[in-house]
């Protein structure tokens, strides 16, 4: 099997949220801030995609690069900006985040 050479490995981060927010534009705004101040402005242009929200708003899966993931963990625990966003566990494999069966449904 070969590999394409523009695939890219993947990371997710599932992602605790306090206050509770369910919209994701000020989530991810808070992420790119997060970013702006901890790495710079070039660092707020990182790729993610937000996969999942609890509909509660206190939980958020988040996809993005395995390159960029340690980058947006070190700006979450760092930013100061509500929401806060804490994270919970990250990892290669999406399905390993269903750590119980309510958290998804």
């Keep these: ?3 394409h050479p523009f695939s890219k490995k993947q990371s997710y981060i599932l992602l605790s949220i306090n206050p509770p927010c369910a919209d994701a534009l000020k989530l991810r705004k808070v992420m790119q801030d997060g970013l ?3 790495f710079g402005i070039t660092a707020s242009g990182t790729y993610l995609d937000i996969l999942w929200i609890a509909e509660s708003g206190s939980e958020v899966v988040i996809r993005l690069s395995e390159e960029d993931a340690p980058k947006l963990m070190a ?3 760092i930013t100061p900006a509500s929401p806060r966003l804490s994270a919970i566990k990250q990892t290669n494999f999406l399905p390993s985040l269903t750590l119980s069966k309510e958290r998804f449904t």
């Design 1 to 3: 099997m070969t590999r």
């Design 36 to 38: 702006t101040e901890t």
């Design 75 to 77: 700006a979450v625990v």
